[in-house]
């Protein structure tokens, strides 16, 4: 079993950045895809962000251009990079793992075995 957790998330004001990081245990990720996810109350769970193993990326419309994610193997950490927050980027973050191929990732959540517990992030006007 492999033990996520989120860090990072906080209040900020719109135009801000924050750096959230997702640590994993109890199992080397360097074989694991990986995905940022996200939910707002009342909303779904969604994609925001995605990388393969051999670090492939996929992102969302939504956050397109001002999001990067990123992994250290050696730090066995995900990161996801957020510039120019929105109001509409408010929710509980969610980083998740599940091993798969080289180069190969997915954006569904029901694809992914492994969860952290959530970051909640607040963006102010």
């Known amino acids: 079993q492999v033990h996520l957790v989120e860090s990072g998330g906080g209040l900020v004001q719109a135009g801000g950045s924050l750096r959230l990081s997702c640590a994993a245990s109890?199992?080397?990720?360097?074989?694991?895809?990986m995905g940022w996810f996200r939910q707002a109350p009342g909303k779904e769970r969604e994609l925001v962000a995605a990388?393969?193993?051999?670090?492939?990326?996929y992102y969302a419309d939504s956050v397109k251009g001002r999001c990067t994610i990123s992994r250290d193997n050696a730090k066995n950490t995900m990161y996801l990079q957020m510039n120019s927050l929105k109001l509409e980027d408010t929710a509980v973050y969610y980083c998740?793992?599940?091993?798969?191929?080289?180069?190969?990732?997915?954006?569904?959540?029901?694809?992914?075995?492994?969860w952290g517990q959530g970051t909640q992030v607040t963006v102010s006007s």
């Open positions: 990388i393969s193993s051999g670090g492939s990326t």
């Open positions: 109890g199992r080397t990720v360097s074989n694991y895809a």
């Open positions: 998740a793992a599940r091993p798969l191929g080289i180069g190969v990732l997915t954006t569904t959540p029901t694809s992914y075995n492994s």
